[in-house]
């Protein structure tokens, strides 16, 4: 059962990093320029799924290595957003993955970008430090080792935790106690 707040459940990968999912209700900022952000979604936005995924190395220093990480967990995210996305949509639900590359919604028109970091700092709390013209984001136990994602979905709780529990299950991805 997911906790419908700022907190979090953390995942463990069959390669033993962490995935921490939060489900949060939209801040300020995101109801506020919803129609930007998402240009032809007709429903309000209910919950924002945050994903924050465990990186192999930190992004406090540039690097070809940080750069194939990033790409490695840019495409995990993607995997596991789009299967997500996939289910809330077929329950019936506007859903939609942002790109953590571009800040670009997968499958609305783009709008105005939004910025994965600034979601965690408002929705979460942590830390985020600017960082040759970018920011990165603080985590309380991974530090600059944190990769983020934003899922947004217009579903009721009621739907929206088991369309998580079946997107978790299909990468094989356990509780980590």
């Given at each position: 059962?997911?906790?419908?707040?700022?907190?979090?459940?953390?995942?463990?990968?069959?390669?033993?990093?962490?995935?921490?999912?939060?489900?949060?209700?939209?801040?300020?900022?995101?109801?506020?320029?919803?129609?930007?952000?998402?240009?032809?979604?007709?429903?309000?936005?209910s919950y924002l799924i945050i994903?924050?995924?465990?990186?192999?190395?930190?992004?406090?220093?540039?690097?070809?290595?940080?750069?194939?990480?990033?790409?490695?967990?840019?495409?995990?995210?993607?995997?596991?957003?789009?299967?997500?996305i996939f289910a809330l949509l077929?329950?019936?639900?506007?859903?939609?993955?942002?790109?953590?590359?571009?800040?670009?919604?997968?499958?609305?028109?783009?709008?105005?970008?939004?910025?994965?970091?600034?979601?965690?700092?408002?929705?979460?709390?942590?830390?985020?430090?600017?960082?040759?013209?970018?920011?990165?984001?603080?985590?309380?136990?991974?530090?600059?080792?944190?990769y983020p994602g934003t899922i947004?979905?217009?579903?009721?709780?009621?739907?929206?935790?088991?369309?998580?529990?079946?997107?978790?299950?299909?990468?094989?991805?356990?509780?980590?106690?």
């Open positions: 059962m997911y906790v419908v707040s700022n907190q979090s459940m953390l995942y463990k990968t069959s390669l033993g990093t962490k995935i921490d999912i939060c489900i949060a209700p939209p801040h300020q900022y995101v109801v506020d320029h919803q129609l930007e952000l998402l240009p032809g979604w007709n429903a309000p936005i994903v924050l995924q465990q990186s192999s190395v930190s992004f406090a220093k540039s690097s070809d290595l940080v750069t194939l990480e990033k790409d490695r967990l840019r495409t995990k995210f993607l995997r596991f957003g789009s299967s997500l077929d329950r019936g639900y506007q859903s939609d993955i942002f790109d953590p590359r571009t800040g670009y919604p997968m499958l609305a028109q783009p709008g105005i970008v939004l910025d994965d970091n600034a979601v965690v700092k408002a929705l979460l709390n942590y830390p985020v430090v600017d960082y040759q013209k970018c920011s990165l984001i603080r985590h309380p136990a991974w530090g600059h080792q944190v947004v979905t217009a579903a009721p709780q009621t739907v929206v935790e088991p369309s998580l529990q079946q997107a978790v299950d299909s990468q094989n991805w356990t509780l980590n106690n």
